[in-house]
Structure formats: structure tokens, C-alpha cells
């Protein structure tokens, strides 16, 4: 099947709610080295939270350093991205999404897979002949807190062929949050056939057989009262694939709710980073977007207990940094703004989703508000971003 061709996808000028720009607070890294390809950015030491009420304008984050945006939608996504490809779910006046990518040349195009009630599980990198190849989940019950009835499929964005994955389209058990890198996919996996609450991560050939069972986790597991009990639901949230190494974000549910960004190297894995929400604070992690010798997730707060941030942090976990969206903490919990989601889509730039106002689920509008309404979809220059330097 042909992909269908759009208009090319204008630049749209930042919207007027976005915060201006502001002089650089952060010291230039002594590495000089780029991010995605190494360890880089900045080396600012976090400021103490002061409980001195203080104005708009001095508590507002240093702003993004000059975002090309690339385009402003209706709703939240995620997104992923290599070589120059992105993609990306857009709603339509039906209420329904539809997988947008855009070329390396800035044109844009909606790929030819059936619209969904919900933004689509999908993943882009470079397939077995080293050319884009795009993976994601369709689900026959894909509206639920657990979507039901999922395989992966696979579309070359070139051609708009597409066709399932073997290795990862058993009948009897769900898989989603698909990633490919060459011969390898990865994906979450049900531990048994009508599990969708409980969920690893397999590893195989695309054109190989399916995993007989995941071999990929995070915790299952918690304490109370003394004890250790397993959770009644756990699941990888997003995956990405580079080469033998697996990253995800890992969701424990239990009497509370844990997540995890980890790392796993062919038999080895580790946790980088832990979140738990407090008492007036909701916290979760994004999808992660993996580089050669770093990591990046969106780290997303509401209430009233901190800002969310885009968290960056070397494989080995040992140094840390982070991107604020540029708006202020108040700015942040009145309209919901942050940066959702994160992909690299070459080795000095990132794509980022930045939430300006939300209506609920899936939702980027404040219908009260006309001029903050969208998500934006910003191309930033990884290196001369004002990353801060977290101390552990």
C-alpha cells in the first residue's frame, strides 16, 4: 500500500505563551564532547529549593536555547526518531490517531496504517537492509488501562509495505512498546498467555521465533508489613534498542506505585534511576531514548511537589543532568506543562514534545486559554541546551 503524501509540515512560530529567552546560567562542560555520542552539557550544580516566595519571571527556568518547532498538535505523543526520520500519533477531527512521520528532507507524511483510539505504540530505527524501518503494536482491544489482543507489525516508511512480526505476534499472549536495530527487536511480552497486566521484556530476530517466555525485568516485587510480596502488576513502559542494549522504564504497581529507568546489557542490567510519588505529588517516567553512552527520559510531575524535567544520564548511572521546559513552577501546574517525550533523531539533535496546556487524557488544549493550546514538537540543539548538573 502507497503511504499517503501531506503537505509538507510548515514551521509554526512558538506560540505566545511560550517563556522568552534568557541569558546562559550554565557553565560550558570542559569535555566539549556531544551529546548522544558521549558524555557532555552542562556541569551546574542544582539550586536548593528556597521557601522564599519569589516572582514569575526570577522563578522561571532557564528557557530552551532557540528550538526550531517543527510542529504543533492537538495532543500529546510519543515520539521516536533516527537518521533523520521521525514519527509521531496525530488526532484527527474524528477523534482517532494516525502515525505522521517526517523525512530527513522536512517533508511529512501520514504512514498507512489503520487509525487508533489512542496515540500509537510504535518505534523507529534501522531495519536489516540499514534502511527505516518502523515497528509498532496493534491491538484488537487497544482502548483499556492494559490494551488486550496486541502483535507487532513492521512498515517501511518507504514504501508503506508492512506485514507482522514473526517473533513477536504469538496468538496467545499480548506484546507492545516495540523497538527494532537491525535483526533485533525488542518488545514488551505477557509472562503467560491472558496476562496483560504482567509484562517482561524478549528479545529476538525479527524474522526469528517467538520467545517462549520474557527474560527482561524490573521489580516484581515489594515489602509490607515485613514481607516480601509479589505486585499484581508490573510492565517495561517504553523500550529503546541500540545495538545489544535495552533501555526502559519500568512500572511496579503495588500499594504504591515505583518506577525505574534500567539498562540492560546482553546478560547484564541495572537500575539508574528510582521515582515514587510523595504525598502531594503524582510522578512517572516517559519512554526513553537511548545514544551510545547516555540515556535520556522525561521525568513528569504534577502537584505540588517539584518540576518535571527531561533527565539525562550516563549508562553507568553515575552522572546525571537535566533540561527544564522553560516555564515556570507555577506556570507548570496551572497548565500542565513539560517536556513528555524524547527522541534522538541524529547524533546532535533531539526532538522533544512540549506539553503547553492540558484538557485531559491525551489532551494538549485549555479550550479556556486559545492561546496555549497544542503540543509542540520541537527540534533542539542538543549541545547548546542549559543542562544542569545534578549532584548525587
Known sequence: MAARHLLP??????????????????????????????????DQATPAPTPVVVTEALAAPPALRDPTVLSVEPNDTPVDGWNGWLIWSRRGPDGLFRLIARRPDGSGVELPIAAQPRPLDAGIGPGPDGGPLVVYSRCSSPIAPAPTG???WQLDPRTGAERPVPAASRPDVDERHPAVWGQRIAFAQGVRPGSSTRMGIAVARLDGPPPNAPTIFGARSERRRGRTVAVGWYEPTGIDLRGTTVAYGWRAHGATTRWTLRIAERRRSRTLLKVVPGRRTFVELGAPALGRRDVLVPVLRSGGGGRSILLRSTLSGKRRWALDSG???AQTERYGSALTAVARPDGSH????RRLASDGRFGCRATALPRTQGCELLSLDARAQPWRRLRR
Open 9 to 42: 509540515l510548515a514551521l509554526v512560530a512558538a506560540l505566545a505563551a511560550a517563556p522568552a529567552a534568557t541569558a546562559q546560567t550554565t557553565d560550558p562542560d570542559p569535555t566539549g564532547v556531544a551529546v548522544g555520542a558521549a558524555v557532555d552539557a552542562g
Open 150 to 152: 496486541c502483535d507487532i
Open 327 to 329: 516555564f515556570s513552577a
Open 350 to 353: 533531539l526532538a522533544v514534545v
